[in-house]
């Protein structure tokens, strides 16, 4: 592998601020992302990467270069943990699962709980992540 060494390519013929670095007989883009934030992504954030990837490439591409993945992908990820927070008590109120049922029967009370998880996560991924 030779040296890399940043050269401009263009710069004489057009009015081009891409610098490229020789790798043997290849130029490639300089491309450098500005720092992001160090806060990592939830289990929701991931699930909308996933979706963006495998059925959007095209728009999952865009943001990505345009470094606007990621803020959006945290934005997902904190919506969807505020709105499963919203839900869950309503749910399980809803599905009849209450403290007294908790001390009395705790094996249906943690089937009614998930359940009620269930539903919320699958109302958040039919209106957060799979839109």
Known sequence: M???KPTKKGANKM???MTYIQNGD???PDLKL???PEKSLGKYGRMRKTYLKEHRPILYNQMLLSEKLYP???EIDETAQNRLEQM???LAKEAGATEELKASNPMKWVGLMNTCKAQAE???M???INS
């Open 2 to 4: 030779q040296s890399a």
């Open 15 to 17: 009015n081009n601020p």
């Open 26 to 28: 290849y130029l490639i």
């Open 34 to 36: 500005s720092q992001q």
């Open 72 to 74: 959006h992908l945290l």
């Open 88 to 90: 869950m008590p309503q």
């Open 122 to 124: 699958e109302i958040l």
């Open 126 to 128: 039919a209106e957060l």
